[in-house]
């Protein structure tokens, strides 16, 4: 185990990780506190706008999003774990930087400053290059045996003017395989959830749902890992195959693989239940 | 998808009410460039909602550009186009589709034409209605508000209950402290749109 002090780091949730998925938030608080990092939640955070914002106006949707930006304290990075979250903050930070008028906006709005070198990532970035199985009691692969289908939805997706951030491509397949778990290959790695549509067109959404998880059936695995809290939910609720295959977080599942004990209020929050294939794999009692 | 849907279309375009303006302006609302698009159709190979809307992103593109702003104001795919940016990371040209799209509905709201898919962008109002008050969205009352809204309480009751047993639709909304804030970037505009 790490016995160094553990690093702070500012966190924004988002509405999804503070409501509909707090397994997620949850599961990767464990984690992160297990490698030795300290996220802390940003102070009085508000919604990033999502999808509804910029539908409709472009200064609203720079607003809500800004204002997160101008709560961050300043020397040390701003992390999120909602992939939708990450793009509405880092797309008001480029705007910002580039923007004298819209930072005199932002600074006459809020009345704080500006802060140019604000780090904005994602989890991946923190995770990347790090050796977790170092960190997992007795150095034991735990995830031996679970074969996965990464599912990463629309999160390696930029638009072009933020193209220049990183993207994970293979990272979440990279991570668990040094834990023990087999990716399996398939082709909706990358295809989208339908997000918002789920309300207003169930429609569509269900019929993409289904070609989804029947993929995932297909390529024979345990069951789909996403890290995305909009597509795990999507793909709970808008399936309506017959046999279905759970989702686990990707941050529940590194838990697990650490020897986390935390997971009871997890896994029970799950609408595809996936306590019987973890404790047939041995990961959980 | 439309029936009547027919590339090429057999109608030739009418040449009597094209706005050649049309692409500054989207220019203007959005920063994206749509002159840029040469329409080697990638965006629409790999559009995930190609077969529900009535037109494959570039052809909104070529809408525009040819000056059709009611057609291109009153497509389905403004609405459903879910900003994914699967197709944006395909273009050679490096368009930004999404922020296109975005233009366009702000526009189509602007104008209040025909709103193609009215229960999206009632969905959105009821999404920033919530943020309004709260500062953070409420699902639930995004939810009960938007099947009020359609007069239609059951279609969903099944998942919305299941949802509601496993804790993911919490009955009391996340608030933040600093709502003026909020408030405040809400204020009625000087252009009169509305957002909620």
């Known amino acids: 185990m790490n016995r160094k002090a553990s690093i702070d780091l500012s966190f924004f949730p988002g509405c999804s990780l503070d409501t509909t998925a707090t397994e997620n938030n949850l599961s990767l608080n464990s984690l992160f506190n297990r490698i030795g990092y300290n996220l802390v939640e940003l102070d009085d955070w508000n919604c990033c706008g999502s999808s509804s914002a910029h539908s409709i106006n472009s200064e609203l949707a720079s607003d809500l999003a800004t204002r997160n930006l101008s709560l961050a304290p300043k020397g040390r990075p701003l992390v999120a774990a909602c992939p939708s979250c990450l793009l509405r903050l880092q797309d008001a930070h480029f705007h910002l930087k580039k923007n004298d008028e819209e930072r005199l906006r932002y600074e006459e709005r809020w009345g704080r400053p500006f802060d140019p070198e604000l780090k904005i990532l994602h989890f991946f970035e923190i995770l990347d290059g790090i050796d977790l199985l170092s960190f997992a009691k007795d150095r034991t692969k735990r995830l031996d045996g679970l074969r996965f289908v990464p599912y990463y939805g629309c999160m390696l997706a930029h638009p072009p003017d933020l193209t220049r951030e990183k993207e994970y491509h293979g990272l979440m397949e990279k991570i668990l395989a040094s834990l023990g778990a087999t990716p399996l290959s398939w082709p909706h790695a990358s295809q989208c959830c339908g997000t918002f549509l789920s309300v207003a067109r169930p429609d569509i959404v269900t019929p993409l749902v289904d070609r989804i998880i029947q993929g995932a059936r297909d390529a024979g695995t345990d069951c789909i890992i996403t890290a995305c809290a909009m597509c795990h939910l999507n793909l709970e609720v808008r399936c309506s195959l017959k046999k279905t295959i759970p989702t686990l977080y990707f941050t529940e599942v590194l838990s697990l693989a650490l020897g986390s004990d935390e997971h009871k209020t997890w896994f029970s929050r799950h609408l595809v239940d996936p306590k019987p294939l973890l404790r047939s794999k041995g990961l959980i009692q | ?196």
């Open chain 2, 1 to 196: 998808m439309k029936a009547d849907r027919q590339f090429p279309s057999k109608e030739l375009i009418k040449s009597n009410h094209l706005n050649l303006d049309f692409v500054s302006e989207i220019e203007k609302i959005s920063g994206v460039n749509i002159n840029k698009c040469y329409h080697c159709k990638t965006c629409a190979g790999g559009c995930h909602f190609y077969q529900t809307t009535d037109y494959p992103p570039n052809s909104v593109i070529r809408l525009a550009q040819l000056g059709l702003r009611n057609e291109a104001l009153e497509c389905s795919t403004i609405w459903l186009c879910v900003g994914c940016h699967t197709c944006s990371i395909q273009c050679p040209m490096g368009i930004d589709m999404a922020g296109f799209m975005d233009g366009l509905r702000q526009i189509a709201i602007r104008e209040e034409v025909v709103i193609a898919e009215p229960d999206i962008l009632n969905f959105h109002r009821d999404v920033l209605h919530t943020i309004k008050r709260h500062g953070r969205t409420h699902k639930l009352e995004v939810m009960l508000r938007y099947k009020a809204r359609k007069w239609d309480w059951f279609s969903d009751l099944a998942v919305g209950l299941k949802m509601f047993s496993k804790g993911k639709l919490h009955l009391m909304p996340s608030k933040i402290k600093a709502i003026g804030e909020i408030r405040k970037i809400f204020a009625p505009r000087p252009d009169g749109v509305i957002y909620e």
